[in-house]
């Protein structure tokens, strides 16, 4: 023991500590000529630097995907429903990420599948093949799909979720067109999904565009009117409300996967739209639906305001200036839609808009706007998270007016008054509905159960007073 106050004396060690070596692989990795450091190799070495650049590999955004009920009910149908293609077939996924889409396939039936993904988020994927006994059918493969080499000469089905936002931004119908044309057997070959539309529609919607755009004529007192401008040249990425819809729905691009080419991802088309009611266009909304045609069955999915949400959303442009419309007239002008700069950037587009009003032999131009679609990964997850707010907001809401009613039940209660029961209403989940009880009524979207109140046995025959 020693003394208080007294130094201690340093323990000796037996042995040195042994020298930290890296081996080259390790060393290649911590630098770059670049940003002074390399991407891992490896999920499990990742830091959040690599993070950055493989967005893919994040558990939130790989959640985020596989949280889309709508989207993976829709892949899982048009392979489980059509077995009878899949069976004994060699499949290539495109983009495979945790391989969800090449497990269907391989309990599907089929023979071969080459799961193929840049991105080190296959650490996992060949994990969870392997934890589900599929490591002798599913082949994962590292590497862009331009540059690697498949095993075999020819593949009889391409699966990928090739959909990008609005349809064609951040896509992958590229990467679809260059597998389909090198390994897609000609005769037979099937692609799933294989066909889509593109749709727009006016849409009222002041409230998301003063939160984006107008608000930055004002900030604490401040003019920040140039930052205005550049707000209004982006889309947003949103849930749209069918109560917003202004007007009838248009189709502005039709895509089969099997005859498109590079050229067909770009578009310029005229189109008309009906106004349903009266009030402000705000901007347009443009979303899209997807098919599986080889089904024997119709297979399809719809990202429009009226159905359950995607993770795609809709996407917002919105006008520089409202424009207001009466019910049951006509507006029509040109839409285009293009990458920008050489080749086939889909991950950089931008989209080109003019809406006219009156008579066709006096047209009166009405808006005209110019908007760029940047790569936005860290944008759409922001939103994704604004709309959850928004939903939990909502939610809030109703429990805060139920409590509120309540409270103004009580009180007419105290004052003998007359009041209305109260409905209790569950809201349908439309893949997962429960089973309707005899004692429940359906009204459109909801089911209100009718409490029933059972008689006790002890009270059946009670005494008198």
């Known amino acids: 023991m020693t003394r208080r106050g007294s130094a201690r004396k340093p323990v000796q060690l037996s042995t040195p500590p042994k020298a930290v070596t890296k081996t080259p692989k390790q060393q290649k990795m911590c630098r770059s ?76 039936g089929a023979a071969q599948v080459y799961a193929v993904d840049s991105s080190n988020v296959l650490d996992y994927t060949k994990q969870i093949v392997s934890d589900n006994g599929y490591a002798d059918v599913i082949h994962v493969i590292k590497g862009s799909i331009e540059k690697i080499e498949l ?27 260059y597998a389909r044309d090198k390994w897609l057997k000609k005769e037979n070959g099937i692609i799933l ?12 919607d002041s409230k998301s565009k003063n939160d984006r755009v107008e608000w930055w004529n004002d900030v604490y007192g401040i003019n920040m009117k140039c930052v205005r401008d550049f707000a209004l040249s982006e889309p947003s990425f949103q849930l749209v409300q069918p109560k917003q819809l202004l007007s009838t729905q248009f189709g502005i691009k039709y ?22 009611r009266s009030g402000y266009v705000d901007g347009i909304t443009t979303y899209f639906q997807v098919f599986f045609t080889k089904s024997h069955t119709p297979m399809g999915l719809s990202t429009d305001p009226c159905v359950w949400r995607t993770h795609w959303m809709q996407a917002v442009f919105f006008l520089d200036k409202p424009v207001y419309v009466n019910a049951g007239e006509l507006y029509y002008g040109g839409i285009e839609m293009q990458s920008v700069g050489p080749g086939c950037d889909l991950n950089n587009m931008e989209l080109g808009f003019e809406m006219f009003s009156g008579d066709p032999s006096h047209l009166q131009l009405e808006a005209e706007m110019h908007w760029k679609l940047k790569p936005h990964a860290v944008i759409v997850q922001d939103q994704i998270e604004e709309n959850k707010s928004k939903e939990l907001n909502m939610k809030e809401e109703t429990i805060n007016n139920d409590q509120h009613k309540s409270k103004e039940m009580e009180k007419n209660l105290m004052t003998n008054k ?48």
Not at 151 to 177: E, H, R, T
Not at 255 to 276: I, V
Not at 419 to 430: A, E, L, R, T
Request: aromatic content about 8%.
């Open 33 to 108: 000529p670049k940003f002074g450091h390399l991407s891992a190799e490896s999920v499990y070495t990742m830091t959040s630097r690599d993070f950055q650049t493989d967005t893919n590999a994040h558990v939130e955004i790989i959640a985020e995907h596989l949280k889309d009920i709508s989207c993976i009910n829709f892949f899982q149908a048009a392979i489980m429903h059509n077995k009878h293609l899949f069976r004994g077939r060699t499949v290539l996924d495109i983009g495979c990420g945790v391989g969800i889409l090449s497990l269907f396939a391989a309990k599907a």
């Open 193 to 204: 999904p294989d066909v889509a539309k593109l749709f727009m529609a006016a849409i009222e």
């Open 418 to 465: 007359n009041v209305d029961s109260p409905k209790i209403f569950v809201k349908i989940d439309k893949d997962k509905s429960p089973p309707i009880s005899p004692t429940s009524v359906v009204i459109g979207d909801y089911t209100y159960p009718c409490l029933v109140m059972k008689k006790s046995k002890k009270m059946k025959h009670a005494k008198k007073g």
């Open 255 to 276: 895509l089969n996967m099997h005859t498109a080419t590079k050229e067909d991802l770009k578009f310029r088309c005229k189109y008309m739209l009906e106004m349903r």
């Open 151 to 177: 095993p075999v000469k020819n593949v009889d089905i391409i699966i990928c979720n090739w959909l990008g936002y609005s349809m064609l931004f951040q896509a992958a119908c590229n990467l679809v067109i």
